[in-house]
């Protein structure tokens, strides 16, 4: 099949799939589950892909699932695709059919979309594998929201590997974006994702006689201020850098100084040595500080997922290819953007794409971020989430 007739019975298979797509993505939406404890979601993803006509491999830490679609020449050029399927610990407050049914759990960050849409996907490249070379590699992944990370654990138990592909392509939502359209980012695109948990220990006693304390909240607000100047000062302009603190906890009273300070907060950045030399440099800077104040401070890092790097060629391939199947007008340039992604686990390892489709539908009321009680996508975006994502691994194994 040549590469025009190929695109149309693309366009055509995503079309007619749309109304499935949409089903499952609600089904998926209505059953959430949190991270690494996706049973019933990985066991309809089995029957799903069993219903295609394919064999997964389950149990991949715990709830992982794989697949594979073999075209002619399988051993030709293998290309992976990735879908995460986990929810977040939040109350949704939308009042639509799908809402979710179990309580305190949300597919707030859109995994019930990259599910559905990757399900489908299969269906229409299963549909058309004697019209291709190579294989196409399925992910189904557990626990992307939760360190440390489902990607890097089926790594570990050899994800990448048998076949390994030449290259992997990730999708995910972006409710900033109309409906319609999709985004590219070569090289750098998101951020790494450490957190700073640190205890302040000082001496508590009352608010009117300081002189008796080693007051914890003065030093913590020392740190605090101080640590800001490994962004403002250690670190190049050029290289995006975040420190935040969203948790501080004093349970002292007005009159009564606290015997320790607790506090939360995160470190981003696009650089891993620059990652390395900034933490050990807040960690050094917050001991001493604690010290010189006559108190001591405990710094721990919980390191996160590493920064997310887009290969260029492979992600200068997929755009094209996103042109070619949308429309140039429909693909945008994205901008650097500091969340985290455990993605990037994968595309340390082989090259690696990911990139973002528009959910956003302003006529309908769609506006919501993600991570938000009111998070939900306009549905027809689900047409591109299933169709481009099978051009895009189609495309890729023409390469030579």
């Not at 508590?204 to 007051?215: L, R, S, V, W």
Request: with cysteine.
């Amino acid at each position: 099949m040549d590469t025009n007739n190929l695109l149309s019975e693309v366009k055509r298979l995503a079309a007619e799939l749309h109304s499935e797509t949409i089903s499952r993505r609600r089904h998926l939406h209505a059953h959430p589950e949190l991270s690494f404890k996706e049973t019933q979601t990985s066991a309809y993803v089995e029957a799903c892909l069993r219903d295609i006509g394919l064999e997964p491999v389950t149990g991949i830490v715990g709830t992982g699932l794989t697949a594979l679609i073999k075209g002619n020449k399988p051993d030709k050029r293998t290309v992976a695709l990735r879908a995460d399927m986990d929810a977040l610990p939040i109350t949704e407050t939308n009042n639509v059919p799908y809402k979710s049914t179990n309580p305190g759990v949300m597919h707030a960050c859109g995994h019930d979309v990259h599910t559905s849409s990757l399900l489908s996907a299969a269906k229409i490249l299963y549909t058309l594998r004697h019209s291709f070379e190579g294989t196409i590699k399925l992910i189904f992944q557990p626990g992307e929201e939760k360190t440390p990370g489902g990607a890097s654990l089926m790594i570990a138990e050899g994800v990448l590997q048998n076949p390994a592909p030449d290259g992997i392509i990730g999708q995910h939502v972006m409710p900033l974006l109309e409906t319609g359209k999709v985004g590219f980012r070569e090289g750098m695109y998101m951020a790494s994702t450490d957190e700073l948990h640190v205890t302040v220990f000082g001496k508590g006693g009352h608010g009117a006689m300081p002189e008796y304390c080693i007051d914890p909240v003065l030093i913590s607000a020392h740190i605090i201020v101080a640590l800001q100047q490994v962004v403002s000062r250690m670190a190049s302009p050029k290289m995006p850098s975040v420190l935040s603190f969203g948790r501080v906890i004093a349970e002292g009273a007005t009159n009564v100084i606290p015997n320790t300070v607790q506090m939360e907060g995160t470190f981003r950045t696009m650089d891993e040595p620059w990652r390395k030399k900034a933490l050990a440099s807040m960690k050094k800077m917050a001991e001493g500080i604690a010290e010189a104040m006559g108190g001591r401070c405990d710094f721990r890092i919980e390191a996160g997922y590493p920064y997310l790097k887009n290969d260029p060629a492979l992600t200068r391939r997929s755009r094209l290819a996103a042109e070619e199947y949308m429309g140039p007008e429909n693909v945008v340039d994205l901008d650097l953007w500091m969340a985290g992604e455990d993605f990037a686990y994968y595309a340390q390892q082989t090259p690696g794409c990911f990139y973002r489709l528009g959910t956003r539908n302003e006529a309908k009321g769609i506006v919501s971020g993600v991570h938000t009680p009111t998070f939900d996508i306009d549905e027809a975006a689900l047409v591109q989430g299933a169709g481009l994502m099978a051009w895009l691994a189609l495309k890729e194994l023409e390469q030579n």
